[in-house]
């Protein structure tokens, strides 16, 4: 036969919990009484409403305080705007009495003069020339004592010595620069010469193979003098006028006469000495020059 089971059983727990839901309601209850009973409201009541008056009475204070300080700037201002009327009251007065002042010169003030007639007219014309005469004059006398005040252009005056007489050749200027070499033309036989009555410049490196410079030199070694104690001699002589940079073109230029010299040695004979070497007379002599400076032949 077969076990008859047995019934399980159970327990519930639901009255329980009911009642502890209860007892603890009840306690809440009983403490929230008994801290309601032990706290004083009146004194809270007062405490807020003196929180709340002070804080009114700082917001006051604080209108209090906005409405002085705009007081105070509203007098500011009108002592300002009274300071610029009473300035615009006196600038009003001085402005007044400089008008009267006006008005009484303008009372004392002369008429004007009657417009010219011709004869003024006329006077007042010739006044005028007078004027510009004077400023004209005083103009040229201005240019003048400017002109005099310039620093003149330094000249060179060369002087002919007796111009052959006296046994004295005349010369034949040749001034020498840097690199040119100047026959200067004189009055006795340039012009004849050369048929002008310019100066030739020559170059100092043509100076061997030019003609006009060999014209010179032929004229110089074939001229004789017709009176006086070069008659029959020659009379003329090239002389080189240097300037202090022309020295080493002198050099060049002088090689040229001297072999011109060489090669008419014969013709340039004019004596012995005793030891049997020939004289020769020389076609060309020289003078040193200043560095600045027109030359004026006299």
């Not at 019934?7 to 306690?27: H, M, R, T, W, Y």
């Not at 004083?40 to 204070?61: G, R």
């Not at 002085?68 to 002592?79: C, F, G, R, V």
């Amino acid at each position: 036969m077969a076990r008859r089971q047995k019934k399980k059983q159970e327990v519930s727990l639901f009255p329980f919990l009911d009642i502890l839901a209860c007892v603890i309601g009840n306690l809440i209850l009983i403490i929230t009484a008994v801290v309601l009973e032990s706290v004083d409201s009146d004194k809270l009541a007062e405490q807020f409403a003196n929180e709340a008056v002070q804080q009114q009475t700082e917001q006051n204070l604080q209108a209090i305080r906005e409405l002085e300080e705009s007081l105070k700037k509203l007098k500011q201002d009108s002592i300002s705007s009274d300071a610029r009327v009473q300035k615009a009251q006196q600038q009003l007065v001085e402005a007044e009495r400089a008008q009267r002042e006006a008005q009484g010169r303008l009372l004392n003030v002369p008429p004007p003069p009657p417009p010219p007639d011709d004869e003024d007219t006329a006077e007042l014309k010739k006044r005028e020339l007078e004027i510009k005469e004077i400023l004209a004059e005083m103009k040229r006398i201005e240019a003048k004592i400017a002109d005099k005040k310039k620093k003149p252009d330094q000249t060179i005056s060369v002087l002919y010595e007796n111009k052959g007489r006296g046994g004295v050749r005349r010369p034949f200027f040749v001034e020498i620069t840097k690199n040119d070499l100047v026959l200067l033309p004189n009055a006795l036989d340039y012009e004849n010469l050369f048929d002008s009555e310019d100066p030739i410049k020559i170059p100092v490196a043509k100076a061997g193979s030019d003609k006009s410079f060999t014209k010179l030199l032929d004229y110089v070694l074939t001229h004789l003098g017709k009176t006086g104690l070069l008659r029959r001699r020659r009379d003329t002589i090239i002389t080189f006028l240097i300037r202090p940079e022309g020295v080493d073109s002198y050099r060049l230029v002088k090689k040229v006469v001297d072999q011109y010299e060489k090669k008419n040695e014969n013709r340039l004979v004019v004596g012995m000495l005793p030891n049997g070497a020939p004289v020769l007379d020389a076609l060309s002599g020289k003078a040193p020059l200043p560095g600045d400076g027109k030359i004026l032949l006299d």
